[in-house]
T-cell receptor, first 109, second 117 residues
Framework: AQRVTQPEKLLSVFKGAPVELKCNYSYSGSPELFWYVQYSRQRLQLLLR??SRESIKGFTADLNKGETSFHLKKPFAQEEDSAMYYCALSGQYGNKLVFGAGTILRVKS | GAGVSQSPRYKVAKRGQDVALRCDPI?????LFWYQQALGQGPEFLTY????????KSGLPSDRFFAERPEGSVSTLKIQRTQQEDSAVYLC???????????????FGPGTRLTVT
């Protein structure tokens, strides 16, 4: 079965502190992993995907196949990072996204 | 350019009523998806179209749910005899390609919030 687990419903950090949003997945095969973000009163949008191996807005995420994890990290949180973050996967040749329940990131000044 | 649009943005229905939710994908996007997002949960897949063909409807929770995309552009999600458990945000997403290569992106609409009373 395909499943994405985000163990934290809420993560609260101070501005300038490091951030790590956890994501674990189960999938028999080689999935693609994504992080989507939803800022207040905005629509869901793609933040980054593991295939691209890119850094967006200072965020990075490394796919660890051994631990089946895809944690999202940023060394120094900013107030504008406050949002809902969803980890998602899709099958290697599939199309639909399977989402986790999401983690609210709150960055305090 | 214009993104994915959905209408109505909010819908209140009495239990037992039928509702129709509309999605206008980004022009030229081949793939279209519907997701259901219950309060406090992540979006859950309902159905997928490639042009006008409905290729996957495995996520539709019951036969009260029906989706169509007759001309391969606009899509409508219909829910018959609505129940309270149908209350959720319904998200539509579109994608440019049939996943020919890795890294395709789904673009989401703002969603329709359905409340069944």
């Amino acid at each position: 079965a395909q499943r994405v687990t985000q163990p934290e419903k809420l993560l609260s950090v101070f501005k300038g502190a490091p951030v790590e949003l956890k994501c674990n997945y189960s999938y028999s095969g080689s999935p693609e992993l994504f992080w989507y973000v939803q800022y207040s009163r905005q629509r869901l949008q793609l933040l980054l995907r593991h295939i691209s191996r890119e850094s967006i807005k200072g965020f990075t995420a490394d796919l660890n196949k051994g631990e089946t994890s895809f944690h999202l990290k940023k060394p120094f949180a900013q107030e504008e990072d406050s949002a809902m973050y969803y980890c998602a996967l899709s099958g290697q040749y599939g199309n639909k996204l399977v989402f986790g329940a999401g983690t609210i990131l709150r960055v305090k000044s | 350019g214009a993104g994915v649009s959905q209408s109505p943005r909010y819908k209140v229905a009495k239990r037992g009523q039928d509702v129709a939710l509309r999605c206008d994908p980004i022009s030229g996007h081949v793939s279209l998806f519907w997701y259901q997002q219950a309060l406090g949960q992540g979006p859950e897949f309902l159905t997928y179209f490639q042009n006008e063909a409905q290729l996957d409807k495995s996520g539709l929770p019951s036969d009260r749910f029906f989706a169509e995309r007759p001309e391969g552009s606009v899509s409508t999600l219909k829910i018959q005899r609505t129940q309270q458990e149908d209350s959720a945000v319904y998200l539509c997403a579109s994608s440019l390609v049939i996943r020919a290569t890795s890294g395709y992106e789904q673009y989401f609409g703002p969603g329709t919030r359905l409340t069944v009373t």
